[in-house]
C-alpha cells in the first residue's frame, strides 16, 4: 500500500534562515508526490508537485522540493523563511490506479521565529 | 473566479439528527472527494466520485453517503451523527487523472455533542 511519513510534528525555523520539511514516501511504481500547505481556518493549497522531469520542482511562495528517488524522499525546501510561512504543511502521494486518491502525512507545523 | 465551496462552514448538531454538508466546485472537474482531518492522523479519505453517477468508498466510510447528481456538486450525508463524527471536512476536486492537483474547499467544523 502507498503511504507518506512526515517524521516531524513541528518545525522552528528563524526568519531569514533556510527551511527544510521532511518527507518520505513508499509507493509501487513512479509516485505523484504533492506539498499542501494549511493556514488556520482556511483550506488546503496546493503548493507544488512532482510528476515527472528535473527532480527539483519550484512552486509558490518561494518554495521548492527535491524528489529523491534512491531515498524515497520529498524534501520541501525554502531558502529564506518568512513568519508569514507558519502553517500546516502536508505531503501526499496520489494513487495511480482507479481511486486516485491522494493520500496524506500526518502534517508538520512549520513555526518561524522573528 | 475558480473555486469549491462548502456550506455550512461552522455546525454543532446533537447525536441522531440526520444533516447535510453541500459541496460545489466551478471548474467543470470530473473528480471529487471528502476528506475529514483529525489532529495526528492527517486527511482521510471517506468518500470520491469519479463522474456524475459514479462513487466508491475511501479509506472511513462509515457513517457518511454521498450522491453526485450533478457534476458540479456532490453532498456529504451523515444519516446519524455520533461524537466520533467531530471532525474538520474538507471536499476537493480536479480533473480526472492522478497527475493533477486537487482543489480544497474551506473546510466544515462539525460538532457533535
Known amino acids: 500500500a502507498q503511504s507518506v511519513a512526515q517524521p516531524e510534528d513541528q518545525v522552528n525555523v528563524a526568519e531569514g534562515n533556510p527551511l527544510t520539511v521532511k518527507c518520505t514516501y513508499s509507493?509501487?511504481?513512479?509516485?505523484?508526490l504533492f506539498w499542501y500547505v494549511q493556514y488556520p481556518n482556511r483550506g488546503l493549497q496546493f503548493l507544488l508537485k512532482?510528476?515527472?522531469?528535473?527532480?527539483l520542482v519550484k512552486g509558490s511562495y518561494g518554495f521548492e522540493a527535491e524528489f529523491n528517488k534512491s531515498q524515497t524522499s520529498f524534501h520541501l525546501k525554502k531558502p529564506s523563511a518568512l513568519v508569514s510561512d507558519s502553517a500546516l504543511y502536508f505531503c501526499?502521494?496520489?494513487?495511480?490506479?482507479?481511486?486516485?486518491?491522494?493520500?496524506f502525512g500526518t502534517g508538520t507545523r512549520l513555526q518561524v521565529f522573528p | 473566479e475558480a473555486q469549491v465551496t462548502q456550506n455550512p462552514r461552522y455546525l454543532i448538531t446533537v447525536t441522531g439528527k440526520k444533516l447535510t454538508v453541500t459541496c460545489s466546485q466551478n471548474m467543470n472537474h470530473e473528480y471529487m472527494s471528502w476528506y475529514r482531518q483529525d489532529p495526528g492522523l492527517g486527511l482521510r479519505q471517506i468518500y470520491y466520485s469519479m463522474n456524475v453517477e459514479v462513487t466508491d468508498k475511501g479509506d472511513v466510510p462509515e457513517g457518511y453517503k454521498v450522491s453526485r447528481k450533478e457534476k458540479r456538486n456532490f453532498p456529504l450525508i451523515l444519516e446519524s451523527p455520533s461524537p466520533n463524527q467531530t471532525s474538520l471536512y474538507f471536499c476537493a476536486s480536479s480533473p480526472a487523472g492522478s497527475s493533477y492537483e486537487q482543489y480544497f474547499g474551506p473546510g466544515t467544523r462539525l460538532t457533535v455533542t
Open positions: 501526499a502521494v496520489r494513487e495511480l490506479w482507479n481511486t486516485d486518491k491522494l493520500i
Open positions: 509507493v509501487s511504481g513512479n509516485p505523484y
Open positions: 512532482y510528476i515527472t522531469g528535473d527532480n
